[in-house]
């Protein structure tokens, strides 16, 4: 018997460490099939002897049943709020830190204090309370006061420890921090449950409330939450770290999730540095933030500061402006893209959201009108962050007007109204399509558009007003015709200088010239053919008529090309309109010869880039690295080979050195390169 209680401990073990490694570090340390054994051994030991079987075991995350309500729990220390400051400048933080080193007594020759940067996580505050280091309560914020008793609910979530990682556990200690959803997790949330005719949450923040708050934790534990640790609450045998930024780590250490965008700062100019560097990457985080949170490191001098009624003084949240507002659908119009997909578009009553006015909105497709029952005359809920395109994210039935109808595209556009074509939703698919191809105006000028764009052939000064005027005159009906075009033809067109004229024809010159195979696989507009995918297939077939001759079977050999993406590829080729323009383009532009796959050193390494180079831009760098054979991707995981990191380089290289990646600058990666050759 003692065998099998050390066993189940040792299993119990590796199991929380693995747990850890997956959900909160994202760094898997053994393969799933590996863990699904120990866990199954463990679960089939716990059968046999359900004696030995604990509520802080791994296989009793889901428990109970359905409840009828959450009881109420009081907070043994009230969860306070938050200061705000909301100006989208600096002075939020230069006013923190004036009433900082005012209350503190500082003179203006005193050394500047002390503060952590944070983010300010949009989600829902959560109080988790362990004793003897075993969570034995989770409760929500509530009035501050008197929160709802979650507890089953929270035990379903993996990122959150039933057991402190630690083998000398304090009697008590609570942590507090915010449960919460990613983006990308919320999107695929909101996919299943249209697919199954459920509910579909407004926004991540909705969506994590509404799961944590479900009574069934069979229905919470399907729901992928998340949790990042901000702070404490009651604590007794526990020797608190001395400094907010000390604490973060140690409760990263006990096995918490804790948000490694974070930074200690010196005075109102660091806080400063923080807000405007978080702003800019705002639209590119993986999850919602609503602003950032400025906290006075020291927790002596939190404590000497206090509390002001319900607000610490020595914490504040200065707010980004919302990326959320509502507004007025005046009509719904379509656009006509390059592959023909009628996109509805919201013309709205202008609003000012996500810092800029918007008067239009994607609808995206005849699907999500219908999940979301928008209608002319709603009043919506837009949502523009940073540079994506700003989309209707839900309707206010309760503001309907009478009379509103549902809105059916195909009825209301079953002709295309660029040219006429008829339009078609075919069997499977979310878009309704304009049958005219390349007939089809619109879809002819994004095609031009597309070829001529900066990582396609790169033919600069080919915008969308002489894109309009070269498609609306007759002078280009298909990409070919752009290479026929000459001086006088541009120099006749309306509003161009001489001047002009010549240097479009002087940019169609240079286009045309030792063109690299992936850039003009790439500017061909193939669907579903993006950048990655056309440099893959550059790469594997190393030439253009091995490409254009490859079946379905050869096609799907070349990595991340599925199906799919093969079936374009064929359709493509399989158009004889397609081939005749392919054949003059060919005849009018000059390919590089293609890259070998096998004849690349640097074949089968990813590399990742961060902050500026020196020298190099980093279209640039990652142009050496592919004509070198290697691969370039966005994020560091323990496969990547080398980070390339130069000025300012930020999460990414932190990244790199908590997963021992190795780190190259310029000069570390041109040596590569140059070894490799
Ligand atoms: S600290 C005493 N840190 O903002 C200070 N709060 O009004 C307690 N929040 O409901 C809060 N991110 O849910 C803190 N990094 C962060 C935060 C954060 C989000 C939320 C929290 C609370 C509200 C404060």
Not at 391 to 410: H, M, N, Q, T, Y
Request: aromatic share 6%; hydrophobic share 40%.
């Amino acid at each position: 018997m003692h065998e099998v209680i050390r066993r189940v401990e040792a299993l119990r073990q590796q199991i929380e460490h693995h747990n850890h490694q997956y959900y909160v570090l994202d760094t898997p340390q053994i393969s799933d099939s590996e863990f699904d054994q120990l866990y199954q051994e463990l679960h089939s030991l716990e059968r046999q002897y359900p004696e030995l079987v604990t509520s802080t075991s791994p296989t009793q995350r889901v428990g109970g049943k359905a409840a009828t309500e959450f009881p109420p729990i009081r907070h043994a220390i009230p969860m306070l709020s938050i200061q705000t400051e909301t100006d989208t400048e600096s002075s939020g933080a230069i006013n923190f830190d004036t009433r900082v080193r005012k209350e503190l007594g500082l003179y203006e020759r005193d050394a500047p204090v002390e503060y952590v940067a944070e983010l300010k996580f949009d989600g829902l505050a959560i109080n988790l309370r362990y004793e003897k280091g075993v969570l034995t309560s989770a409760a929500t914020r509530g009035d501050g006061e008197v929160g709802e008793d979650v507890t089953n609910n929270i035990r379903t979530m993996q990122q959150i420890p039933l057991r402190l990682l630690t083998t000398n556990p304090p009697a008590l200690l609570e942590v507090r921090g915010e449960v919460y959803m990613r983006l990308a997790d919320f999107e695929r949330l909101n996919q299943k449950q249209a697919a199954l005719g459920d509910k579909v949450f407004v926004n991540p923040r909705n969506a994590a409330a509404g799961s944590l708050r479900q009574l069934d934790p069979n229905i919470t534990v399907q729901r992928p939450l998340s949790f990042f640790a901000y702070g404490l609450g009651e604590v007794q045998g526990w020797n608190v770290p001395a400094t907010h930024s000390t604490l973060l780590d140690a409760l990263q250490n006990l096995g918490f999730p804790v948000c490694s965008e974070r930074a200690v700062t010196k005075g109102a100019e660091g806080l400063v540095a923080f807000h405007g560097r978080i702003s800019a990457q705002r639209a590119q985080l993986p999850f919602d933030i609503d602003g950032v949170v400025y906290k006075v490191n020291s927790l002596a001098l939190q404590r000497e500061l206090g509390f002001r009624s319900r607000e610490p003084r020595w914490a504040v949240a200065h707010k980004y402006p919302p990326q959320e507002a509502t507004t007025v659908i005046e009509a719904i119009e379509v656009q006509v893209g390059r592959t023909g997909a009628l996109t509805p578009v919201a013309r709205l009553k202008p609003v000012f959201v996500g810092g800029a006015t918007v008067t239009n909105a994607t609808l995206h497709n005849q699907d999500e009108i219908d999940r979301k029952d928008v209608r002319v005359g709603d009043t919506v809920v837009v949502r523009r962050a940073g540079d994506v395109i700003p989309e209707v994210l839900s309707s206010i039935a309760e503001k309907r007007p009478a009379g509103a109808v549902k809105f059916d595209l195909i009825a209301e556009y079953p002709t295309c109204p660029e040219c006429g074509s008829h339009v078609v939703r075919e069997e499977g698919e979310a878009a309704a399509r304009c049958t005219g191809g390349l007939f089809c105006p619109a879809q002819r000028k994004q095609a031009i558009l597309h070829f001529a764009s900066r990582r396609a052939m790169d033919i600069e000064g080919l915008g969308d007003k002489l894109v309009d005027q070269l498609v609306d005159g007759g002078l280009v009906h298909s990409l070919a015709d752009l290479y026929a075009l000459q001086l006088p033809q541009f120099a006749g067109l309306e509003r161009m200088a001489e001047k002009s004229a010549q240097n479009i024809v002087d940019a169609l010159e240079r286009s045309r010239k030792d063109v690299p195979l992936a850039r003009f696989i790439y500017a061909l507009g193939i669907r579903n053919v993006g950048e990655a995918t056309a440099k893959d297939l550059a790469r594997v077939f190393g030439n253009f008529d091995a490409l254009q001759a490859a079946d379905m079977e050869t096609l799907q050999q070349v990595p991340d090309v599925g199906p799919i993406v093969a079936e374009s590829i064929k359709e493509f080729f399989a158009e004889p309109h397609n081939v005749e323009v392919i054949q003059q383009l060919r005849d009018a532009v000059t390919l590089q010869a293609g890259m070998a796959i096998q004849a690349s050193k640097l074949s089968g390494l990813t590399f990742v880039l961060t902050g500026s180079l020196p020298n190099l831009t980093r279209d640039e760098a990652q142009a050496k690295i592919e004509t070198g054979g290697g691969k370039v991707s966005s994020s560091v995981s323990k496969k990547t080979s080398y980070v390339v990191a130069g000025a300012e380089a930020g999460s990414k290289l932190e990244r790199a050195k908590e997963l021992g990646v190795m780190v190259l600058d310029e000069a570390g990666l041109l040596q590569l390169l140059e070894e490799t050759k």
